[in-house]
C-alpha cells in the first residue's frame, strides 16, 4: 500500500489515492500529545514527500489559517490535513509557472538544499513568508 502510495502524483489524487491516504495517516502513532497532524504530517513528508507537505502550527495554520488551533481526534485532524493538501498545496505546486521554478529549483541541489520535491518547494515558501 505505501510503495504505491510513493508512485502518486498529486495533479492525479482521486478518492481511492486519499482514502489510501488517509488510512496512513490514521496508522501513525508518533505523538505523546493527543495532537496528530504535526507528526504525522511529516512522517507522512519522508515517506510520500510528492504528496504530504510537512505540517506545523507556527507556519502552515498560522499562514493558511491565521491561528495555530488543531481539534484533536484522528477524524477532524485528517479532514484538516487533506483540506490543506487539496486546497493549497496541490493547486499551487501544479500551477505551470510555479512548477517550472520549482523544478529549477530542485535541478540546482546543491544551492536550494530544502526544495527536494516541488511539494517542500511550496512549504519552504510558507515558511520564508512567516519569516
Known amino acids: 500500500m505505501l510503495s504505491e502510495a510513493q508512485k502518486y502524483d498529486f495533479r492525479e489524487m482521486n478518492n481511492q489515492k486519499w482514502a489510501i ?34 505540517i506545523d502550527r507556527e507556519y502552515t495554520l498560522r499562514f493558511l489559517r491565521g491561528n495555530t488551533n488543531i481539534t484533536n481526534g484522528l477524524d477532524s485532524e485528517w479532514l484538516l490535513m487533506r483540506g490543506i493538501i487539496e486546497n493549497f498545496f496541490i ?41
Not at 112 to 119: A, H, M, N, Q, R
Open 21 to 54: 491516504l488517509e488510512q496512513t495517516f490514521k496508522s501513525i502513532k508518533v505523538m505523546a500529545s493527543g495532537t496528530s497532524l504535526v507528526g504525522n504530517s511529516k512522517v507522512m513528508h519522508h515517506m510520500l514527500p510528492n504528496i504530504v507537505p510537512p
Open 91 to 131: 493547486p499551487v505546486a501544479s500551477d505551470k509557472d510555479f512548477e517550472s521554478k520549482a523544478t529549477g529549483w530542485i535541478a540546482c541541489g546543491d544551492d536550494y538544499l530544502w526544495d527536494t520535491s516541488i511539494i517542500k518547494v511550496v512549504d519552504n515558501l510558507v515558511i520564508g513568508s512567516r519569516k
